[in-house]
């Protein structure tokens, strides 16, 4: 065990943690922080997934020792206590099902759009190909981005 | 033993429901904060108005029903129904659901009926509600109630409408204490009646989830986020080998690891326990186990598996009597069609694995959980502990989808089995490898179909046999039948029956049989290849071979497939499903017109580029929920890969609760079957399954959805006479006719036919190459 300081959501915090445990069960169980959640351990479906410096991660499979940069959750997208565009989007569309993967699903399209702001639709399948939905929300998923790539979701 | 839910609310603490400055309650806390109560945890009784619902003095409503919401919005369905029964606007209502010591046993969530049979209880009960309300307005006001009116919780004396009362002011912090009638909770009945629909006005409406905001902004607590004081990690060792023998463990190999707290087993159940999560992995992947292999193989290798299943000895059904006019209407037949289909078992494989933590504190059992039928638990755990059931209760919580997979919750199971033996807290989960090998399956099918077409092309017989690998069907949290029961070496007295079913259709077809049987794969209990109720347990699959093989037989009469289907649903007929028939002419004829069908035989004369298309529709129904379907593909005759570019849903459910939430309902529903017409696989060799992951068992993706999905919502009652059509309910229905019309599409594109599911890129490229094209 050694202490490990992050900065998360623009607040810094240090854990008394071995160093190598996935960053995951770092913010779920010592930030308790929820948004990102396990879904596979694997870093297959994305359910975990952060950003850190801009890049969509899952932290699932990514050490604790090696994140360098700032760490934004799903918690943290959110400015002056307004919801962020696709936040937004995603309750005009009714994506959500049971809900347990849009973590990774809104984190994956904020990194994509942060990047390319107005994707052609092959680029949002291809951009949120690895990010599974066992609800298969897939189409109202792809929808709500466009909402916010086209403006819509900007109110 | 059942108490008062006002008394229980105000000596457990649960009455924590907190209202916003716009007066919306807001049940997620009241769910989290349930573990304040400190037991005991009798059930509600539902002969009591005040189990089911709560006025506030601020005149809001508590709503409190026995079910559980996967994902489908049913909450938000409920809300609607109840209000507009009680007379209450939607936003000043919440509801809470099938936590067991809060709620009344409804029986949680399973078969599609929430709306269909546990809505009824709901809206007689608020109903009722709202008659008892305007009798104490009666009595306030000394005016016969027929003098009152009553719109959005305020009661209003027509004449003098200065004279006027809200539903907080009469009863607001008090009980109703009116007792109902009834056998058992969906029995439930006062003596008010419920509204006709024309006097529904919420319901039809399309609020928006009221579940979706703490989805996005991560704020809800679901049950995978519970963290109790003193609380410790579980993970399980899951034997290598189906039907493997614990010999010896080790625990030396993980008693100096960082956390460890035990090692918890018996018979061939094993779990490790650590002070941290990632301890508890990594102690599960270090524990030194010694396991037994089975004498004889658990199961035929994956790629064996139907022609295992063909060979078997039934366990239950048997081939209906010979049938004389069967066999003369065979060997009379201008042409004789036969097919075989195969549908392998397909997992639930939820995007979270299975997860719980229980509570030991007090002497009580807690368990915090997503299982779907929080109830059946609660009755298994006490049962599986020796503890009495008012002892133990169930919170339930949000968690990844159901679908049948919590209905066989083991994590429930076995964090309160380790919470009682170590007199802690715990928190079990299941890693990827576990839950995709080891959780429920939706079982095997293997289907023989024949048909006879007279001279004219008409259908004059089929012949529909099954084969489902379906013995051991789980499906209600029987203490004997989850894994951690059956691993320790309890067994129920037999297997379940399972069932194999029979096709779902109007036809009419002047001579039919339909035989349909259950066998068994070699090793019945401990087997990662239990099945279970996999989104309408047997739909898809029987669906699947029906509705190909009405289209293999339209292409052998040279007809157009949706004219072939009408001729089948409009032949005269004596039998007395006419309603029934009625609505699903009307939803192929709507499903038709959305997509635009082009009337023609199949397959379409074959393009000549890479990409070929095609269309394809099936058609059926679940209990009195009518659905037709229509997929449009694009087949990469180089890659073998299958597009389904367009979708097309006509759907008839009797009266719509709420239509936005119905169509995400439909749209979601076929694409979970798409995955499974497309990707989903289990596959296992002669010792195990190795289907352990994404990589392993492909799922649907985002590379796979839709360009486009209609979805027609048709309110079909062919009789203008009666409007009051039922909720018939939602949900499975859609998933089953999906399958079929995809493979009709693949073969209207190409000419070929596939009748093994599912259609991946390999097994379509050489089945196309294998026909030359």
Known sequence: MSNVTLKVNGKNHTVDIDPATPLLYILRNDLDLQGPRFGCGLGQCGACTVIIDGVATRSCVTPTSNVKGEVTTLEGIATDGKLHPLQQAWIDEQVPACGFCQNGQIMTAKALLDKNPKPTDAEIRDGMARTLCRCMTYYRIQAAIKRVATGKGAA | ?773
Not at chain 2, 98 to 111: A, K, L, N
Not at chain 2, 196 to 219: E, F, M, N, T
Not at chain 2, 476 to 495: C, D, F, K, W
Not at chain 2, 598 to 618: K, V
Request: charged share 20%.
């Open chain 2, 1 to 773: 033993m059942t108490i008062q839910r006002r008394d229980f609310l105000k000596t457990s603490g649960m009455l924590i429901v907190s209202f916003s400055a716009a007066g919306i309650a807001e049940p997620l806390t009241a769910r989290v904060v349930a573990q304040a109560a400190a037991g005991p945890y009798p059930d509600p009784d539902f002969r009591k108005l005040d189990s089911w619902i709560v006025i506030h003095e601020n005149n809001t409503a508590t709503f409190y029903v026995g079910k559980t919401d996967c994902g489908q919005g049913t909450g938000t369905a409920f809300r609607q129904m109840m209000a507009d029964e009680l007379d209450i606007a939607y936003d000043k209502t919440t509801c809470i659901m099938g936590s067991t010591d809060v709620t009344v046993d409804q029986g949680g969530s399973g078969g599609s009926d929430a709306i269909q049979v546990d809505g009824l209880p709901m809206r007689r009960v608020a109903a009722e509600a709202r008659r008892v309300l305007l009798e104490m307005a009666s009595t306030r006001f000394s005016t016969p109630v027929d003098q009152l009116t009553v719109s959005a919780a305020v009661i209003t004396v027509k004449s003098d409408p200065s004279k006027k009362v809200t539903y907080g002011e009469l009863i607001g912090g008090k009980r109703f204490n009116v007792a109902l009638t009834g056998g058992n909770p969906d029995g439930a009945t006062g003596v008010a009646k419920m509204k006709s629909v024309q006097d529904l006005h919420i319901v039809g409406q399309s609020p928006q989830r009221y579940d979706i905001p703490a989805k996005v902004d991560g704020s809800l607590k679901w049950a995978v986020d519970v963290k109790l004081p003193g609380m410790v990690h579980a993970r399980n060792v899951k034997p290598p080998v189906a039907g493997a023998k614990l010999i010896r463990i080790d625990e030396s190999s993980v008693r100096n690891l960082p956390g460890f707290v035990k090692v918890v087993t018996k018979g061939n159940y094993v779990a490790v326990v650590c002070e941290r999560e990632e301890q508890a992995i990594n102690a599960s992947r270090q524990l030194k186990v010694d396991w037994e292999k089975p004498a004889t193989s658990p199961f035929p290798a994956s790629e064996d598996l139907f022609k295992y299943m063909r060979a078997a000895t039934p366990t239950s059904g048997a081939a209906p009597a010979a049938n004389p006019n069967l066999d003369a209407a065979f060997s009379g037949a201008a042409k004789v069609i036969e097919a075989e289909y195969d549908v392998p078992f397909q997992g639930h494989t939820a995007i979270g694995p299975a997860h719980a933590t229980a509570d030991p504190s007090n002497g009580q059992m807690t368990i915090y959980s997503n299982d779907m039928k929080s109830y059946g638990m609660r009755t298994g755990v006490a049962t599986f502990l020796g503890m009495p059931p008012d002892k133990v209760r169930v919170v339930w919580m949000e968690g990844p989808q159901g679908y049948g997979r919590t209905a066989a919750d083991d994590a429930g199971f076995e964090a309160a089995y380790i919470a009682k033996e170590i007199g802690r807290p715990v928190r079990m989960q299941w890693m990827r490898n576990e839950e995709t090998a080891w959780d429920t399956k939706g079982p095997a099918f293997t289907f023989k179909m024949r048909g006879a077409l007279d001279a004219q092309g008409n259908l004059a017989a089929c012949d529909y046999n099954a084969q489902a690998a379906d013995s051991n069907h789980l499906g209600y949290n029987e203490v004997n039948t989850v894994l951690i029961s059956q691993l320790m070496g309890t067994r129920p007295a037999r297997a379940a029956a399972g069932s194999a079913g029979s096709p779902s259709d109007m036809y009419v077809i002047p001579n039919r049989r339909n035989a349909s049987q259950v066998v068994s794969m070699p090793l019945v209990w401990e087997t990662p290849l239990r099945t279970g109720n996999l989104r309408d347990p047997n739909g898809p699959q029987i669906t699947f071979a029906a509705e190909s093989f009405i289209d293999e037989l339209a292409a052998a009469a040279k007809a157009d497939p949706l004219a072939f289907r009408m001729k089948l649903l409009t032949a005269a007929t004596t039998d007395d499903a006419q309603f029934k028939r009625a609505r699903s002419i009307a939803v192929v004829k709507a499903a038709a017109e959305a997509y635009g069908w082009d009337s023609r035989p199949s397959p379409r004369a074959r393009g000549t580029g890479a990409i070929l298309t095609g269309r394809g529709m099936a058609y059926t129904f679940r209990s009195q929920t009518v659905v037709a379907q229509i997929a449009e593909v694009e087949v990469n005759r180089q890659t073998g890969h299958v597009w389904v570019k367009r979708l097309v849903c006509a759907h008839d459910c009797g009266l719509v609760i709420n239509p936005e939430g119905l169509r995400r309902t439909i749209e979601n529903g076929m694409l979970h079957s798409l995955s499974r017409a497309l990707h989903e696989e289990v596959q296992f060799d002669t010792e195990k399954v190795t289907s352990v992951d994404w990589v392993s068992h492909p799922t649907l993706t985002h590379m796979d959805a839709p360009a486009r999905i209609d979805v027609v919502i048709v309110n079909g009652d062919p009789n203008p006479k009666r409007p009051d059509l039922p909720h018939y309910g939602a949900g499975e229905t859609v998933c089953k006719p999906l399958l079929a019309a995809v493979a009709n599409a693949i073969y209207d594109a190409t000419g070929v036919r596939l009748r093994r599911i599912p259609f991946r890129d390999a097994r379509v490229l050489a089945a196309l190459k294998a026909a030359g094209v």
